[in-house]
Each structure stands twice: as structure tokens, then as C-alpha cells.
């Protein structure tokens, strides 16, 4: 089955930029969609199709995916950024979907 | 407003059974499938088990298959997941999620708050 790679932490003050990296085989080639997850609570669709924001999303979180990385981008980071993030695809074969271990972004 | 409410996780005892339910509000239901994706304690997401707008087409994770039955009721706006000889390796929060996309963009874009379910003795 297909795997992605996500680091397990990223920590960043705020107002700089956090990146999340998201690693899989050739993953440039398939849509790659990203949730947020804080504490107790359901996961929030980010971005979608590589860098789409859904409504509601604010401008500073950005996406793109080339070669083996998709990287979700997020801008002047605020406290209320700190979460867990899953990158998702779909397996070609199956297309059942598939999710990165998660990134834990601290706000320091 | 469209929400997604999960209902009926508990404890259970291992290879006993349980049932799920997902009520959704705030939007056309059969328009879209819907999908169960579980989190164990402290871990990541897994993808479950999927069901399209009318229920004629099922699809389960292989971990799942032969032990775990999705539906839904389109008149009441529920999908339910029927789990039977659960194990503890199926202790976890229980995510109903709408889908969007088709084939390989499928994708969630929104989620309910989870129920937990413990599989223990």
C-alpha cells in the first residue's frame, strides 16, 4: 500500500513561516488534501487538490506538491495554528484513502 | 449550517459487537457518500469504510472486511456502521466524515466530533 511520511513535530515562534512537509513515491503525481487537528476535536479540511483553501480557510495556509513532496505552508503563525496536521491521498489501485502519521505543529 | 453527529461508541467486550450512527443535518444527503475513519488513542487517522448516495455501493478497508457493515437511511439522513467481533486493536474514536471528490481526488471535507469506542474485558 502507499505510504506517506510526515515528520512527527515541527515547532515554530509565532509570526514566522511553518512548513509540513508530506513524503510518498512519486506523490506529485496524485492529489494530496490536508486536515488540521486540535486536542479533542474532529479533524478541518485545510487545503484540498494540492493547494486549494476551502471557505473559511485564511489565506496564510498554502500548499504545493512536486517530484516526492507535498509541503503544506503556513504563514505568520498564530498560537491558534498549534495542532496536529494529516496529509491524505488516494491509493491508484483502490482508491482507498490513505493518510501521512501526522505533524504535531508547536507554537513556541 | 451542515453538521455530522456520531452516536452508540461504549464499551464493549472483545468479540462483541456495536453500532454506529452518524446523523447528518444542512445539506442534500444523497448527494454525497459518506465515509467512517478511525483514530486509536494517541495515534493517527485511518480510512474505514465508505458508502455512496443511494447505498448501493459499499467499500471497506481490508482490516475491516467480513467484520464491520455499512448503510445508511437515506429518509432519516443516518448512516450507520454495524462492527461485530471487535478486537482491541479496534478501540479508537470513530469519525464520520463527509466525502468530496471522486476516484482518486476523494477527499473529506468535513467531519463530525468522533465516538469512542474501547474494546476491553
Known amino acids: 500500500s502507499y505510504v506517506l511520511t510526515q515528520p512527527p513535530s515541527v515547532s515554530v515562534a509565532p509570526g514566522e513561516t511553518a512548513r509540513i512537509t508530506c513524503g510518498g513515491n512519486?506523490?506529485?503525481?496524485?492529489?494530496v488534501h490536508w486536515y488540521q487537528q486540535k486536542p479533542g476535536q474532529g479533524p478541518v479540511l485545510v487545503i484540498h487538490?494540492?493547494?486549494a483553501r476551502p471557505s473559511g480557510i485564511p489565506e496564510r495556509f498554502s500548499g504545493s506538491n512536486s517530484g516526492s513532496t507535498a509541503t503544506l505552508t503556513i504563514s505568520r503563525v498564530e498560537a491558534g495554528d498549534e495542532a496536529d496536521y494529516y496529509c491524505?491521498?488516494?491509493?491508484?489501485?483502490?482508491?482507498?484513502?490513505?493518510f501521512g502519521g501526522g505533524t504535531k505543529l508547536t507554537v513556541l | 449550517e451542515m453538521q455530522l453527529v456520531e452516536s452508540g461508541g461504549g464499551l464493549v467486550q472483545p468479540g462483541g459487537s456495536l453500532r454506529l450512527s452518524c446523523a447528518a443535518s444542512?445539506?442534500?444527503?444523497?448527494?454525497?457518500?459518506v465515509h467512517w475513519v478511525r483514530q486509536a488513542p494517541g495515534k493517527g487517522l485511518v480510512w474505514v469504510s465508505r458508502?455512496?448516495?443511494?447505498?448501493?455501493?459499499?467499500v471497506y478497508a481490508d482490516f475491516v472486511k467480513g467484520r464491520f457493515t455499512i448503510s445508511r437511511d437515506n429518509a432519516d439522513n443516518t448512516v450507520s456502521l454495524q462492527m461485530s467481533t471487535l478486537s482491541p486493536e479496534d478501540t479508537a474514536v470513530y469519525y464520520c466524515a463527509r466525502g468530496s471528490g471522486s476516484g482518486s481526488y476523494r477527499h473529506f471535507d468535513s467531519w463530525g466530533q468522533g465516538t469512542l469506542v474501547t474494546v476491553s474485558s
Open positions: 512519486n506523490i506529485g503525481s496524485k492529489s
Open positions: 487538490y494540492d493547494r
Open positions: 458508502i455512496n448516495g443511494d447505498g448501493s455501493n459499499v
Open positions: 491524505q491521498v488516494c491509493e491508484n489501485s483502490s482508491d482507498h484513502p490513505v
Open positions: 444542512g445539506f442534500i444527503f444523497t448527494d454525497y457518500w
